[in-house]
């Protein structure tokens, strides 16, 4: 009975884990690496933005959206994860786009210096941003909400709304442009485009210029994963998911932990590889996985998780497929 009771409570975890957990991600703009002197900030074809602020100016994309011309309106369909996904990819339009569904950052006719989308410095002219998307998007606090209607458009502007996580839609498709504290200076695709990270939950999630959706935007990298980000964990991320030969979990810790166990669990809550026990510095960090149990054994392809946690209490979890 304590087994059964003990399989439960596993497996209510990971339950848990995959309907309730954030997505992290740290987005890294390096104004250098921009192509565009007109659109880089100040900066471009190997120099530096001097900016002291730089803001992101980002928008999510959740739901399937359909133009209702007698409202004069939007009507949002989140319920089927494939059209929600579909639309996300396909409504990249430039210099607007109805994949700004969820939009923080003041800009507009009045830009705001108001510490909403605020960028970190890293100097040498490299900003970057870091949030859990779910947070982010649904803080009435963050999320802009001032309608704007095109005047030479018969439909205007998606309505930008604060994202109730309840009513359905997914984190697909991020916009992004940046400026400096006063609009004067700003960043955006080669053209002077919007820039997209699409796919953003699957294992190949990329960056894309609205101007030319088949070119990729080096000057953007970023991290995405699983986290908190006021947890212990920054993100968890697995590269390559399906593992297939090897896979590299990377992570980072927020604060030292005395007692850090990182396992391999199956499906039914049965911890199948150990692959870190002990005392753990804080910092960014990776380990390797090749699909063995604690024997060094092959195990079956399937679904696998691998689990964070510390005398116990976890807080932090990531699927993995194994396909060899």
Same mark, same amino acid.
């Given at each position: ?16 884990? *995959? ?121 009435? *606090? ?71 959706? *088949? ?55 049965? &911890? ?40 116990? &209490?976890?807080? *932090? ?8």
């Amino acid at each position: 009975m304590k087994k059964k009771i003990t399989f439960l409570i596993v497996m209510l975890f990971f339950m848990n884990v *995959a309907f309730a957990q954030n997505h992290y991600i740290k987005i890294t703009l390096d104004t250098k690496l921009m192509s565009s002197l007109d659109y880089s900030l100040g900066g471009g074809g190997g120099n530096p933005s001097a900016c002291t602020k730089v803001y992101a100016h980002l928008g999510l994309c959740t739901c399937d959206l359909d133009w209702n011309s007698g409202t004069y309106n939007y009507d949002r369909d989140c319920v089927t994860p494939d059209s929600n996904s579909y639309f996300c990819s396909h409504q990249i339009l430039p210099y607007r786009s109805n994949v700004w569904e969820h939009v923080v950052g003041n800009w507009g006719d009045n830009p705001q210096d108001d510490g909403i989308g605020l960028m970190t410095t890293l100097g040498n002219g490299v900003y970057s941003i870091e949030f859990t998307i779910e947070d982010y998007f649904s803080n009435p *606090a963050l999320v802009n909400t001032t309608q704007f209607i095109d005047p030479n458009d018969p439909h205007p502007v998606v309505q930008s709304t604060v994202w109730n996580t309840s009513d359905g839609g997914h984190p697909y498709t991020i916009g992004m442009v940046f400026r400096n504290e006063d609009g004067l200076l700003t960043g955006r695709d080669d053209l002077g485009k919007d820039l997209f990270i699409v796919n953003l939950t699957t294992p190949n999630p990329q960056v894309i210029q609205g101007s030319d959706v *088949a070119a990729s935007f080096p000057a953007i990298t970023f991290i995405t994963g699983i986290g908190e980000i006021d947890n212990r964990i920054h993100y968890l991320s697995v590269k390559p998911n399906p593992l297939t030969n090897q896979s590299q979990i990377v992570y980072t810790l927020l604060n030292e932990i005395n007692n850090l166990q990182i396992d391999i669990y199956n499906v039914f809550g049965q &911890k199948v590889k150990s692959l870190f026990n002990g005392p753990h510095y804080s910092g960014s960090y990776n380990i390797n996985w090749d699909g063995t149990n604690e024997n060094g054994k092959s195990l079956v392809n399937g679904m696998y998780y691998i689990t964070i946690n510390t005398n116990g &209490k976890y807080f *932090a979890s990531a699927k993995i497929i194994l396909s060899k």
